[in-house]
């Protein structure tokens, strides 16, 4: 399996660009807030509990997800101080440890535009940060830092393309199969 993992600061198209890049190429789509919804009904976000189980969840489903074959999984993800030293170092030996690999592809977009992004409807329907004064504060203190991430194979800044053109370079770059759709 091929683990699509699409990184970036909050408003960066994310989510529309992987909603396209499944479209395009009928490869399934994980959205990271499916989890992060699910933990927030009943953890404190940043709490013990919800950074052991979130992780836990991104991991169960990157293992099974190798283990049903699928061809490949699409994966977003944004870098915040509650997620747990390691991390990306478990995905990448998740998805090994079945013979599949991980593609990273990052997404930037420069700070005004995300900022005009924050507060825009689509982003209400997932508990998403929609507060322009929070993110300039979280970004501020480093809490975006991605430093830590792994050079991406392909970065795309959203501002200059749409969220189908971004999918569309990533699905060349990355030589997905187009016929599954």
Same mark, same amino acid.
């Given at each position: 399996?091929?683990? /699509?993992?699409?990184?970036?600061?909050?408003?960066?198209?994310?989510?529309?660009?992987?909603?396209?890049?499944?479209?395009?190429?009928?490869?399934?789509?994980?959205?990271?807030?499916?989890?992060?919804?699910?933990?927030?009904?009943?953890?404190?976000?940043?709490?013990?509990?919800?950074?052991?189980?979130? +992780? +836990? /969840?991104?991991?169960?489903?990157?293992?099974?997800?190798?283990?049903?074959?699928?061809?490949?999984?699409?994966?977003?993800?944004?870098?915040?101080?509650?997620?747990?030293?390691?991390?990306?170092?478990?995905?990448?030996?998740?998805?090994?440890?079945?013979? &599949?690999?991980?593609?990273?592809?990052?997404?930037?977009?420069?700070?005004?535009?995300?900022?005009?992004?924050?507060?825009?409807?689509?982003?209400?329907?997932?508990?998403?940060?929609?507060?322009?004064?929070?993110?300039?504060? /979280?970004?501020?203190? &480093?809490?975006?830092?991605?430093?830590?991430?792994?050079?991406?194979?392909?970065?795309?800044?959203?501002?200059?393309?749409?969220?189908?053109?971004?999918?569309?370079? /990533?699905? +060349?770059?990355? +030589?997905?199969?187009?016929?599954?759709?």
């Amino acid at each position: 399996m091929k683990l /699509i993992f699409l990184y970036g600061l909050p408003a960066t198209g994310k989510l529309s660009v992987a909603q396209e890049l499944a479209a395009m190429t009928g490869h399934r789509l994980f959205h990271n807030h499916l989890t992060v919804d699910l933990l927030l009904s009943v953890f404190d976000f940043g709490s013990p509990a919800f950074v052991a189980l979130r +992780e +836990e /969840i991104w991991l169960s489903v990157f293992d099974q997800a190798s283990l049903s074959k699928l061809p490949a999984l699409i994966f977003t993800f944004a870098p915040e101080p509650t997620v747990r030293p390691g991390f990306l170092e478990r995905v990448m030996t998740t998805v090994a440890k079945r013979g &599949g690999e991980v593609d990273f592809v990052e997404l930037v977009c420069p700070l005004s535009e995300l900022r005009r992004r924050l507060n825009t409807p689509s982003r209400l329907q997932y508990r998403k940060l929609t507060s322009a004064t929070l993110f300039d504060q /979280i970004h501020a203190t &480093g809490g975006f830092d991605g430093s830590f991430l792994p050079k991406p194979r392909l970065s795309i800044d959203t501002s200059l393309c749409t969220a189908a053109q971004a999918a569309a370079k /990533i699905a +060349e770059v990355l +030589e997905l199969d187009l016929s599954l759709t």
